[in-house]
């Protein structure tokens, strides 16, 4: 018998996440007001002490300090064949680089699929791992991410100072400033795990 999910309820720089595990990995991190976050369970058990989520939050922690550039998590993910390419495709994009959802639907083999290539990206279902805010449009312009395009933003200009070897800790930004499609905002969506 499968067993019921584990999760938990974060606090990061980009606001509260909900992380899901089946025990061994990680199934599912997302953040608390984005579309796609899944519908609560009565069956969830609410375990913030797993190990896994013990490791996890220290690699969030040295993410955002700026210290770590890669996570070393155990990461199981549901998806169509075609979802999983891109998920892989998504997690070899180096720490401060981007690509265009065209790249992306290149490397992936189906050229013409870049609007598939955006909804499988879309559909991510754990941010920051599987870093989907490092794929963006073909002239470089910001477009869809699940969490908003502020936090993608903010992920972004991270990473880049970092990169550059400029110090920098994660913090979301109240005013990202002035670059493409920063109109979007994140919106509320369905209701948490009881323990939210």
């Known amino acids: 018998m499968k067993p019921e ?8 720089p980009l606001g509260p996440m909900l992380l899901v595990s089946d025990g ?13 976050l899944p519908a609560a369970s009565k069956n969830w058990v609410h375990r913030p002490d797993a190990a896994i989520f013990v490791r996890t939050e220290q690699q969030l922690r040295e993410f955002a300090a700026g210290t770590r550039r890669e996570f070393d998590l155990p990461v199981r993910l549901s998806g169509t064949p075609f979802q999983k390419t891109i998920w892989e495709i998504i997690a070899s994009i180096p720490f401060g680089e981007t690509i265009s959802y065209s790249e992306l639907a290149g490397r992936a083999g189906r050229p013409k699929a870049v609007r598939a290539a955006g909804a499988a990206t879309g559909q991510n279902p754990v941010s920051w791992i599987v870093p989907c805010h490092r794929v963006v449009g073909k002239n470089g312009t910001l477009t869809g991410y699940a969490g908003g395009l502020n936090r993608k933003t903010t992920l972004l200009r991270f990473e880049a100072a970092r990169k550059r070897g400029q110090p920098a800790a994660l913090a979301m930004e109240e005013n990202p400033g002035e670059l493409p499609g920063l109109n979007d905002r994140p919106k509320s969506s369905a209701a948490l795990p009881p323990a939210w």
Do not use: S
């Not at 999910?5 to 990061?12: A, D, F, G, N, S």
């Open 24 to 36: 061994e990995a990680i199934t599912g991190f997302y953040y608390a007001d984005e579309p796609h």
């Open 5 to 12: 999910p584990l999760y938990t309820r974060l606090e990061t």
